[in-house]
């Protein structure tokens, strides 16, 4: 993932102003079409797994010269993934209102996609 990340922030610059503003316009929508799908994948396993980070105290070797170590004591952080219930009610709720606010967000998306469409026309080759 991490050699993605530059590889998508390279091709979000080569974009062109109309597909960015396009991009920033279909944004909302696109993401609460992905809350929705979280939301139903989490239902559906009936766990959400959260992310938390630790920090422990682990014995290794610590460089005091060159090519000089010593035994010691250092901490390090390990992430810790843990499953947690799903509140269903609270799923379900927030569901139910995506559902409602999602023929609104398409319109906006659309008005804004048309809005782009004017301000930044495509040049004919």
Do not use: H
Not at 17 to 25: F, G, H, L, S, T
Not at 52 to 70: H, I, L, P
Not at 95 to 107: F, K, T, V
Request: glycine share 4%; hydrophobic share 40%; charged share 30%.
């Amino acid at each position: 993932m991490r050699v993605l990340i530059p590889i998508f922030v390279l091709l979000a610059a080569c974009a062109t102003p109309q597909e960015r503003c396009i991009n920033d316009a279909a944004g909302p929508y696109r993401a609460a079409l992905k809350e929705r799908a979280d939301i139903a994948r989490s239902l559906s396993r009936g766990f959400d797994t959260v992310t938390e980070y630790e920090t422990r105290r682990v014995f290794t070797r610590c460089k005091v010269a060159e090519d000089k170590f010593v035994p010691c004591w250092d901490r390090e952080t390990y992430p810790v993934t843990r499953r947690v219930p799903v509140d269903r009610a609270a799923l379900q709720a927030r569901d139910a209102q995506l559902a409602r606010d999602l023929p609104g967000l398409e319109r906006a998306a659309e008005r804004g996609t048309a809005a782009c469409l004017q301000a930044f026309p495509e040049d004919e080759a």
